[in-house]
């Protein structure tokens, strides 16, 4: 990657102001690209959207996940005009990297269908299998054809637009990654920026939210479940590799 010290990334997250999630996520997105965190700027969607002139004048646009905010739910402040300029920056081929909350919001914002289904959430250290796309494409095809990948989620993708390639599902996931055929912009449902110890500390700080979901018995085995995913971990600089070799 050529210079990457002066590589401009603009983060977008929906976290409330006194989430500590918030400045840790901007520390994991920059600890898995090997950026520093002054490389990062981030824009707070609860202000509303960004506008396609901010996400230009950065290299890259990166979308997070989120604390207490869901697609689904519509209850972004004015969710619409998000969905609508990162259609128009997918439209561009903007280098664009989205996780989680982020792939829903670009499946959203390119004709897909986003619900919550909280039977099928996936919380922990999660199994993810490649499709045949999946294995022949340049960021994803990296990865063997399963691998371990961190997950958080109750909302999930029911269909993509074809105007998606279908690269990855899980078991109860049919969507875990997607790309903008022939554009550097991938999302992935499942988070390449966290280890399995910092999924652990996010799933704690989110117990609340997800544990109404569980019994004692869910909780306790979901704890345990949280493992290394080191295959994962190199997605986002070999992203960075691709696009800006």
Same mark, same amino acid.
């Given at each position: 990657?050529? /210079?990457?010290?002066t590589? =401009? ?28 965190a002054? /490389?990062?700027?981030?824009h *707070?969607?609860?202000?509303g959207?960004?506008?396609? !002139?901010?996400?230009?004048?950065h ?18 402040? *004015? ?5 609508? &300029?990162?259609?128009?920056s ?26 919550q289904? +909280? ?10 299998q490649?499709?045949?796309? #999946?294995?022949a ?11 371990a990948?961190?997950a ?10 074809? =105007? ?20 550097? &912009?991938?999302?992935? /449902? ?11 500390? !996010?799933? &704690?700080?989110?117990? /609340? #939210?997800y544990? +109404? ?14 493992? +290394?995913?080191?295959?994962?971990e ?12």
């Amino acid at each position: 990657m050529d /210079q990457p010290g002066t590589l =401009r990334v603009l983060l977008l997250q929906a976290r409330d102001a006194d989430d500590p999630m918030g400045p840790e996520e901007v520390g994991s997105f920059a600890a898995r690209t090997g950026l520093a965190a002054e /490389q990062f700027r981030t824009h *707070d969607l609860l202000s509303g959207p960004p506008r396609i !002139r901010d996400i230009l004048a950065h290299d890259a646009l990166m979308i997070g996940g989120s604390g207490d905010y869901y697609v689904s739910r519509n209850d972004l402040p *004015d969710q619409h005009g998000t969905l609508e &300029v990162l259609g128009e920056s997918a439209e561009r081929g903007h280098p664009t990297f989205a996780s989680c909350f982020g792939f829903q919001l670009l499946v959203g914002a390119l004709g897909g269908e986003i619900i919550q289904d +909280a039977a099928a959430m996936e919380i922990g250290t999660v199994e993810i299998q490649l499709t045949e796309e #999946g294995a022949a494409d340049p960021l994803l095809g990296s990865l063997p054809p399963a691998f371990a990948a961190q997950a958080g989620r109750k909302d999930r993708a029911t269909h993509i637009s074809p =105007r998606l390639t279908h690269l990855a599902s899980s078991e109860l996931c049919p969507f875990h990654a997607v790309r903008v055929p022939g554009q550097p &912009v991938w999302a992935t /449902q499942f988070h390449p920026e966290l280890t399995g110890e910092e999924n652990k500390a !996010r799933f &704690v700080r989110y117990l /609340q #939210g997800y544990g +109404a979901y569980m019994s004692p018995e869910e909780l306790k085995a979901t704890l345990a479940s949280f493992r +290394a995913s080191p295959e994962t971990e190199g997605l986002l600089p070999r992203f960075l590799d691709l696009v800006f070799e």
